[in-house]
């Protein structure tokens, strides 16, 4: 079982910054996969951007590269979304998600690999 926290959502401003966090308990959290995706009113969730369980490798939707950046701290069991230059359309709710393969070398990047969800935390970007 595993528990997923994420945290540092809010209202911004458009081009202004927000820091996501996502803080895992439970199984072993640092040797999956973590996943952020977001939601926005009326549309489908959406993935957004995933590290490998080393932190060594990421991936990111075309809409927010170059804007977000993902991270993460094993020891704090704890994963990270940056973001920066916010856009109105960025405007969701933001979830975190753990993997359900241990070791997995590559990022999934479809909301199905992924077992355990957090509760989410709204980010509003005001225009």
């Known amino acids: 079982q595993v528990q997923l926290v994420e945290s540092g959502g809010g209202l911004v401003q458009t081009g202004g910054s927000l820091r996501l966090s996502c803080a895992a308990s439970?199984?072993?959290?640092?040797?999956?996969?973590m996943g952020w995706f977001r939601q926005a009113p009326g549309k489908e969730r959406e993935f957004v951007a995933a590290?490998?369980?080393?932190?060594?490798?990421?991936n990111y939707a075309d809409s927010v590269k170059g804007r977000f950046t993902i991270s993460r701290d094993n020891p704090k069991n704890t994963v990270y979304l940056q973001m920066n230059g916010l856009k109105p359309e960025d405007t969701a709710v933001y979830y975190c998600?753990?993997?359900?393969?241990?070791?997995?070398?590559?990022?999934?990047?479809?909301?199905?690999?992924?077992?355990?969800w957090g509760q989410g935390t709204q980010v509003t970007v005001s225009s």
């Open positions: 590290i490998t369980w080393s932190g060594g490798s990421a």
């Open positions: 998600a753990s993997d359900s393969i241990r070791w997995r070398t590559f990022v999934p990047t479809s909301s199905l690999p992924y077992e355990y």
């Open positions: 439970g199984r072993a959290a640092s040797t999956y996969a």
